[in-house]
């Protein structure tokens, strides 16, 4: 993305963490690859909204976050000195992981391709209810996010898994189901802790801005 300045190792993590698709201990990076994401790295990857980090004890808990993930739609630089073959392993990698094997997986986003539980509608489903294969995808998406049924999950982490839907599809697929039994959409209680991104990613229903959903309640 022209203007994020990344480098080739903060290009890296990105892959790292989209790998892993799920929050990790930057301990266990260090543990399992080798990885260290320093102060300096996680700053500025934080500041542009590619990686969520919170303090957990006395290290870092790390995921790629929502703008990470359509990030990681575009290509990477990994060119390092004195390291070329591992900067076009990685962009091969990474290249041919959106080009190709996305494609072929049925998944329409990275976010998809590497969630822990899969996300997709069938093709019967989509086949004969876009719409209804639309909604049967957020719930999929849903679970892929919760920590466990009924739990809140910001629109904000589930948006980037419909970056193929235009937004005004999405938002109605979320109306629909808010009015399904078990489903409920809310605004962030504490609002000093929304950041640009959750109030770009609120949903306008009922006269408000929400912010979560939940599934299972």
Known sequence: MAGDDLTASES????VLMAEAREVLNTELRERYNLDVRKPQRDKLTRLHYVASRKSGSTYAL????????????????????ASALGAALTALQ?????RVLARSGC?????????????????????????????????????????????????????????????DLDEALRRLSRSEGVALAPESNQKTLTEV???AALRLGGQDNHLLAIGV
């Open 108 to 168: 329409a986003t990275l976010a998809e391709l590497f969630a822990v539980t899969d996300v997709r509608a069938s093709a019967s489903t989509a086949a004969a209810d876009p719409a209804g294969a639309l909604a049967a995808r957020v719930v999929s998406a849903y679970r892929a996010l919760a920590d466990a049924p009924g739990a809140w999950v910001s629109l904000r982490r589930l948006r980037p898994f419909f970056a193929d839907v235009p937004r005004e």
């Open 95 to 99: 290249a041919n992981l959106r080009d």
């Open 198 to 200: 959750d109030i770009a």
């Open 12 to 15: 890296a993590i990105l892959v």
């Open 63 to 82: 995921q790629l976050d929502d703008k990470g993930w359509v990030r990681m739609q575009s290509d990477l630089d990994f060119a390092l000195r004195g």
